[in-house]
C-alpha cells in the first residue's frame, strides 16, 4: 500500500538531452543563465516545495543541473528519453524511485517545463494553494487566453477535402460566422507550471485527472522556446519586458555565496570595453580606432554624482586614448593599462579610504574576475563571457555599452532613495 507524506512536494523538471529544433537546448545560455536555471529557481523559490529534481538521460545535464542547485539523484533511461516520449512515464519513473528510496510518496507533483522559463514570482506556491484547498481537485494547471478562439477554427476531411468545424457550440449553428464577443472564452495551456496530486498520477495513470483548476497567468508571460527564432524574442522580453519574474542571475538565487547590492555604494568602478562600450572596436583606413558608448550610461553617471550618492572611475587595461577621452567627457578619473586589477583596487580603496565592502565592480571579462574579491560586489553586464556571469554577484539586463551601467546606476539610486540618503 503506498502512502503520501502530507505537505511533501516534489518539483520534477523534465530535461532530456536530444533536442533537436535547438541542439542542447535545455543547458544553452537563454539571457544569462542555461536555460534549465530558469526552471530550478523557480522551484527552489517556492515556499510549498521540499525537494528539487530534474529527470534526464544526459550526464552533462545533470552536471548542470546540480550546479543550479537541484537533485539528480537518478538517470532516466534512454527509453524514455525519446521524442514521441510522453510525460506520464517520466513521472512514473520518478515516482517508483521515491518509493524505493523512502518508502513513501510526496502529497503534490509540480511539473516545470524548461521551455517556459519566464515565471511570476510566486506562481508555483499559489498552484500549490489552489490544489491544497479543493481536496477533490486532481490537479492546477496553467492557462492564459488562446490568442486564437477555436470555434472559429476548422479541419479538412481527408476522403472529401470539405471544411469542417472543428468544434460545435449548443444554441449557435454557426460558431465561426458569430462575432468573437459572443463566443465562449477559451483558454491555452502553457508550460510554466501544472501542480498535480500524487495520488492522481499513481491510481488515475494521468498527470491530469478529471477535476482540473484553472491558475490564470498573465499572458506577458506565455513563452514557448520552440524554435531557434523564439530564442532572441523571448531573451529581449527578459531584459525588456518589465516583468517581475524569478530570475535565477537574482541575488541568492543560485547560492549563499552572492553577495547582494550594498546598501550604501561609496565607489561605482568601471571597466571599459564591454562595460562602458559594447566592447567592438572599429578602425578607419589609416588604423585610427573608435569605439561605440552609450549616451544613456553617461546620464546615469552623472545622476549618481551630481546627487552625490556615489563616486564613479574607470579600471581598464585598455591603453588606446578613446578611453581617457571618454573618461574626459564623464568628468570621471580613470586608471588605464592596468593589467592587475586586484592590485590597482587595493591602491584606490586605501587612498580614497573606502570600505570594501561598499565597493562595486563592473567587468565583463576573464581579466576583470580578479577584482571579484576585492570589493563588497562584482557585477557584469548581460552580454559578459559565461564565466564571469556564472561568477558574478549580479547580472544585469542590459548588454554593456547598451544601458547596463545606467540600468546599475538607477538601481543604486532607487536603494539610496529608499534609505532616504
Known sequence: MVSYAPGEVV????????????????????????????????????????????????????????AWGAEVPFMRPADLALDETPDL???????????DSSGHLPEFMVQLRPTSPIRPKGLVDEALALLAAEPQADSVRGVVPSGQNPYKMWRVDPASGQMKPLMKLDGQPEPFNAPRQS???????????????????VEKSS????????????????VDIDSPGDWPKYEALVREGGLDLV??????????????????????ALDFDGVLSDDMVYTDQDGRESVRTSRGDGMGIRLLIEQGLTEVMIIS??????????????????????????????EVIAEGGYSPDAVVFVGN????????????????????????????????????GRGAVRELCDRIRLAQAKLGV
Open 183 to 201: 463566443l465562449p472564452a477559451t483558454y491555452w495551456q502553457t508550460g510554466h507550471i501544472d501542480a498535480i496530486r500524487t495520488r492522481c498520477i
Open 89 to 99: 512515464p517520466v513521472f512514473l519513473h520518478a515516482l517508483d524511485y521515491l518509493a
Open 317 to 346: 587595461r585598455e591603453v588606446n586614448p578613446v578611453v581617457s577621452a571618454r573618461a574626459k567627457k564623464l568628468n570621471l578619473p580613470v586608471r588605464q593599462a592596468v593589467m592587475d586589477k586586484a592590485q590597482a583596487l587595493r
Open 365 to 400: 571579462d576573464l581579466p576583470d574576475l580578479a577584482a571579484l574579491p576585492e570589493v563588497g560586489c562584482f557585477i557584469c553586464p548581460a552580454d559578459a563571457i559565461a564565466e564571469v556571469r556564472n561568477m558574478a554577484d549580479l547580472v544585469l539586463k542590459r548588454k554593456g
Open 207 to 222: 498527470l491530469s485527472g478529471d477535476f482540473i483548476l484553472p491558475l490564470f497567468i498573465d499572458p506577458r508571460y506565455t
Open 11 to 66: 518539483a520534477l523538471i523534465p530535461a532530456r538531452g536530444g533536442s533537436k529544433g535547438i541542439p542542447r537546448k535545455n543547458i544553452k545560455d537563454f539571457a544569462g543563465a542555461p536555460l534549465i536555471a530558469w526552471s530550478i529557481a523557480a522551484a527552489k523559490a517556492a515556499e510549498g516545495v521540499t525537494r528539487v529534481i530534474v529527470s534526464t538521460d544526459d550526464p552533462e545535464i545533470a552536471e548542470v543541473a546540480k
Open 247 to 268: 530570475d535565477p542571475l537574482a541575488a541568492g538565487s543560485r547560492d549563499s555565496k552572492k553577495r547582494p547590492l550594498p546598501e550604501r555604494v561609496q565607489l561605482l
